[in-house]
């Protein structure tokens, strides 16, 4: 029970949206056909309890958790894994657009003023859960217990009071008998499609067994089936008494506001069901900014993403997978111009390709297990499952192709294609580091050191003193030539320092006043002469007081150091110098 | 005559707004305040012909030009010199913005559904001007002559037929009769001060007198006399005929627009006005790209800017001047919505003050000359006329001041402190550097240098090959612990390879999984026990094939680096190792 406000938030808000997105693919078809709804959800409701059924196998058969991924990358192999990487990571993501346009539209409902602000207000809430997740949530289970309640509560109390009361009571037959209006298949289809956005996020729970302190699996299969209970009563509750009042969806205010508009009245009750509504969302859309860089920093460690989702920051959090979940689902709300319906047929691909893999693993580990004389239920229910959620899948893809699908039906093989990629290259290169001979040892080699100088100062002086502790082959002195009165003061200086016998001085010729130019080509030069890795250029930077200071200073040694970083033969040491040698305050962070 | 078309648009574009400044603030007190356009034009004008008289002095007085900046700082000293660069620099700035705007204000007078699109469009052509500017406009001369010719045609072809055709004779009397309205001399001080902008930019012959060829001081004063005569009359004629039409300010169609239609009807001369408006408003915006950097370069030599502004890029422009000024000038304009009378107050402060100092310093300068018994005319000109604009300058300020004024008021003291600031800086850095004592030379240390090792491999072997070649007296190979096992494996390969006598393992404990912060941890403890410039961190950076392969590496090298570049007691070195030793291309650029 305590595992389930962390759990399941996700799945519970789908209630949000679901009839809604039902009810507007019906509409299409003019306020006869929204009948239809009822009949529909409760194949989405036959759904859920199959899944609900078939997880609590996976929780058992998976005791440990872990996601589509780990579970198909472990039974199917990683083909499998792969595939179900790419699904999660999307679904992940349009969790976060989802669910967070789905609580502004919970919000704007309540106060229509807002309406306009809509894509604003999103992406502020992403910004929002991105910073706060950076920064790492402790323990936040209890701040979520109470939205997560209050929302099962107040919708099973509309229900229930919608069901019972005030209302003309339509005829019984209405529910029963269908609607004159004929509607065609594909709609109804369509229609189902939609709704099936109602059951993402019930994979949460056998995701995350081990939240479950003692006794996970146990707890775990009892969280499953309360969760299965609540969501499935209230998704066909709502349906049902949105039929009842007659309600069409509109673009002002969602479905669930309308119901508690005209059941309570416009009164606290709505204005509170639309705050709990837009907490339970964010909280959802919460859940995926733990799941997307966890999941990340999986895949990294497998070498099919980039390693850098595997740094863990200051605060201790993938702070990369963060980001990326962050700005990614910004920029889906704002392509989508913060448009719930417009993003579900995105959502529904990528859950139920998921739960396809999930279910085929499932069936897959049972049968390879053997000997358990009921394992052929199991067996059955898993392949049935995966068949069943296929469909949906492919329903999703055919009736909403246009409409949105078709960009997850692009981005999956290519995420796949890139992941490939990445791990074929980390494996190219960790072949070619690989050192067999360890009777090959590190030997110097004569050091060719060049010093920018511009004109003969301290630290002129200390950048030279640096350069000859390399004891280096060769110092070269490189200096850019400016004015002829400069050049001869210069040149007059130089030759009374008399520096150091291994210190050669260079000149070059700007032309066009430029001084990074010929530099560079000097360099270019004199590393062609000499072996790989033999060149070494030195640039002094002039460390300042107080950091606006810096706007005046090392605009060279920037920019040299930009340009050579690039050249791949040679090696650059920036060497500081610090304005008066007054005591230092490193501060050791 | 041919450097008319470089150095007029500015002054002459001023057309396009002056009147109507002018008009804006009387109708605030009725359309019967109106009249007052006339008598303040006319004083105006004659504002105009005393500017020209004098600036043919200051022609012949500088005839190497240079604006009031270097005028004023050969002649009154330093601090004259910075106040008249602080002023131009927002003239600068402000000509920009204020023009750009009132060019797009002519075009969507056209086009009046570009209205809501007026700071997008204002800011995509600063935009445009930017890049153009970098990349270097060669000789344009005969591409600006065109608009400008034009818009002298146009604009007089306008006022002739304006004048003598068409509209009901209006009596004599109406002309010279002031109004019944009556107006606070406030509020006629305040349309005198906005009609001041009206000579905006009659300044730029007198800067560029080089401009000219042969004969140059000949020909700018004649360009002069020929510049006041056009500019007088377009902008009189300007006014009357704006009286005589009735011509009330709107904030969709521009004055100059409004007589165009009113004129000639909504016909191919309303159009193409448009356009040309259009054009030498532009054109007007892109001298100040030319003469900001510039000026910002001769101030950075003086050591009073930043010497960034000194820099050349590979087109052998003053790329950061003209980038700063396109900013500056964009956030301007969206500042101020596009709006170019809210732009107006704070044009007229810059413009007159540098006229204020190029007066004073024509008159110090024939003081100084002595001897030509007609000098005490000039002179008496110079006080006088740096008189009449500081006076322009105070009413600007005063009558302004709520208005945006009081930001000019602000920002000319704070430029000031700020290039007095810069100034100091480098003063005092330059003292620091000075090496007076040639007896010192650059004398060796013995270096420490850091290794960071994940692992032993082909990088690990160039990279402490590579800290070998510096000769140092200790290497310590850094390496971060992993997981037990990792950590066993790795230190009997490290005892088998046997490296190097002189490099000695260091290994530090990771918690949390965290790489950097040991090794930084590590590092500044090591800096802690030796002296000054003897650490050195050796950093590998993989090179890899292809740009996207760099998001999957050296993520700990880039971290590593950011960090240690602020240590002010560490030198940094960067050794690339190029995977697969193929022949190199490296491309000297
Ligand atoms: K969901
Ligand atoms: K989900
Ligand atoms: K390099
Ligand atoms: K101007
Ligand atoms: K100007
Ligand atoms: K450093």
């Not at 997880?55 to 872990?66: D, E, L, N, V």
């Not at 199917?76 to 657009?97: F, K, M, N, W």
């Not at 850098?308 to 990369?320: C, H, K, T």
């Amino acid at each position: 029970w305590e595992g389930l406000s962390v759990l399941a938030p996700d799945a519970l808000s789908s209630v949000a949206y679901g009839t809604e997105e039902i009810l507007i693919v019906l509409s299409a078809a003019g306020v006869g056909a929204l009948w239809y709804s009822l009949p529909i959800s409760a194949v989405i409701v036959l759904l859920l309890i199959f899944l609900v059924v078939s997880y609590r196998q996976i929780i058992r058969a998976y005791p440990t958790g872990g996601g589509a991924y780990v579970i198909g990358r472990d039974t199917l192999g990683p083909s499998a894994g792969l595939l179900a990487g790419a699904a999660l990571l999307i679904d992940y993501t349009l969790t976060v657009s989802v669910s967070v346009t789905a609580g502004i539209a919970a919000l704007v409902s309540a106060f229509p003023s807002l309406l306009p602000y809509t894509v604003e207000l999103s992406v502020l809430v992403v910004a929002f859960l991105t910073i706060v997740n950076l920064r790492g949530v402790r323990e936040s289970a209890q701040l979520f217990a109470a939205p997560t309640y209050l929302f099962i509560v107040m919708i099973l109390a509309m229900v229930a009071v919608g069901l019972f009361h005030r209302a003309a009571p339509t005829p019984l037959a209405a529910y029963v008998t269908p609607t004159a209006v004929s509607v065609a298949p594909l709609l109804i289809l369509r229609a189902f499609s939609s709704g099936s956005s109602a059951l993402t996020g019930i994979e949460a729970i056998s995701n995350g067994v081990p939240v479950f302190k003692e006794d996970s699996v146990q707890r775990a299969r009892r969280a499953m089936l309360l969760l299965g209970l609540f969501l499935g009563s209230m998704f066909l509750g709502t349906s049902i008494i949105a039929f009842r009042y007659h309600i069409v969806p509109n673009a002002e205010v969602t479905v669930l506001q309308q119901l508690a508009d005209r059941i309570f009245g416009h009164g606290w009750f709505f204005y509170l069901l639309s705050f709990v509504t837009m907490a339970i969302l964010s909280i959802a859309a919460n859940t995926s900014f733990a799941g997307f860089p966890q999941l990340a920093s999986i895949m990294a460690r497998d070498e099919w993403m980039p390693r850098m989702f595997l740094a863990r920051g200051d605060r201790l959090v993938y702070q990369n997978g963060i980001i990326v979940l962050g700005i990614i689902s910004s920029l889906l709300i704002i392509a989508f111009r913060g448009n719930t319906d417009a993003l579900i047929p995105l959502y529904a691909v990528g859950v139920y390709m998921s739960f396809t893999i999930a279910m085929s693993s499932l069936a897959k580990k049972r049968w390879q297990e053997g000997n358990d004389p009921h394992r052929w239920v199991t067996i059955g229910m898993g392949l049935f499952g995966s068949l069943l959620t296929a469909a949906v899948v492919i329903t999703s893809v055919v009736t909403k192709f246009t409409e949105g699908a078709w960009i997850v039906v692009l981005a999956i093989p290519t995420i796949v294609w890139g992941m490939r990629a990445v791990h074929q290259h980390y494996r190219s290169v960790a072949d070619e580091l690989r050192l067999e001979d360890l009777t090959l040892v590190p030997k110097p080699k004569a050091l060719v050191v060049v010093v920018p100088v511009a004109s003969i100062n301290k630290m002129t002086l200390a950048t030279l003193s640096y350069a000859l502790s390399m004891n280096p082959e060769e110092i070269v002195a490189l200096h850019v030539a400016g004015t002829p009165e400069r050049e001869a003061r210069f040149h007059a200086r130089w030759k009374n320092w008399n520096a150091d016998p291994r210190i050669k001085l260079a000149v070059v010729e700007s032309q066009y006043r430029s001084v990074i130019r010929p530099m560079v080509r000097y360099i270019d030069h004199l590393t062609g002469l000499f072996a790989e890795g033999r060149v070494v250029v030195v640039i002094p930077e002039l460390l300042v007081e107080k950091s606006w200071q810096n706007i005046l200073h090392n605009h060279m040694a920037v920019a040299l150091e930009a340009v050579l970083i690039f050249r791949r033969r040679i090696a650059v040491t920036v060497v500081p110098y610090r304005l008066q040698q007054k005591p230092v305050n490193s501060k050791p962070s």
